[in-house]
């Protein structure tokens, strides 16, 4: 079946420092893998996304890349901002025909960025 | 653009009743999906509707039932509370056509606790 395994948190760090966050994957087919990033009393909020093996999704300064080979999606940041203190989810999707496309999620590293 | 709403934002129930959570999808969405979020680990997928019907299920006993009206937006009704049951529940919404997109837009979610 379909799993996503997040590094544990709580993840530490001083302003900017680099950040990784280590995502694999197990997944049936050919999933799109995605980081979403929830802060405090919100909802998720989608950070980057990648469809196919190699892509590399990025915004707001974070980057993923999809390894197949690995089954790997890490999450970086060359350099935090106290803002980015939230906690991240590592998640999968596959688009499976007449049944819809299911997301299956980790369970999230909280980030906390000091000055 | 309104994305994802839900409502009420929390909600304080005793084990034993039955509660009823709301979500007006984002505009030009026509999928609704369901997730369960329990303090400290990520969301787990409840159900889908699309089309009015129940599409996809996840691993949730039947206490946990949906709708989904003519306008696409959607009730989680969930009876006979547990405790167990507190948690997040965050409602994403997706455009079927769009369904190889692999995306879904989170609205900030409803807090139930149960007591």
């Known amino acids: 079946g379909n799993s996503v395994t997040q590094m544990e948190g709580p993840v530490t760090l001083s302003e900017e420092a680099f950040l990784t966050i280590n995502c694999t994957y197990t997944?049936?087919?050919?999933?799109?893998l995605f980081w979403y990033v929830q802060y405090p009393g919100e909802g998720l909020q989608l950070l980057l996304k990648?469809?196919?093996?190699?892509d590399k999704g990025s915004n707001k300064g974070f980057e993923a890349t999809y390894r197949k080979e690995t089954t790997s999606f890490h999450l970086e940041k060359g350099s935090v901002q106290v803002s980015d203190s939230a906690v991240y989810f590592c998640?999968?999707?596959?688009?499976?025909?007449?049944?819809?496309?299911?997301?299956?999620f980790g369970t999230g590293t909280s980030l906390t960025v000091i000055p | 653009d309104a994305g994802v709403t839900q409502s009420p934002t929390h909600l304080i129930k005793t084990r034993g009743q039955q509660v009823t959570l709301r979500c007006s999808p984002k505009?030009?969405?026509?999928?609704v999906s369901w997730y369960q979020q329990a303090l400290g680990q990520g969301p787990q997928f409840i159900f889908q509707?699309?089309?009015?019907?129940?599409?996809q299920r996840g691993n949730f006993p039947d206490r946990f039932s949906g709708h989904q009206f003519p306008n696409y937006s959607s009730e989680l009704n969930v009876n006979a509370l547990l405790l167990g049951d507190s948690a997040l529940y965050l409602c994403?919404?997706?455009?079927?056509?769009?369904?190889?997109?692999?995306?879904?837009?989170f609205g900030p979610g409803t807090r139930l606790t149960v007591l």
């Open positions: 998640a999968l999707s596959e688009s499976l025909s007449n049944t819809g496309n299911q997301f299956y």
């Open positions: 997944a049936t087919g050919y999933p799109s």
């Open positions: 505009s030009g969405h026509d999928t």
């Open positions: 990648a469809t196919k093996a190699d």
């Open positions: 994403a919404s997706s455009l079927e056509r769009a369904r190889l997109l692999n995306e879904q837009f």
């Open positions: 509707y699309y089309e009015e019907e129940e599409r």
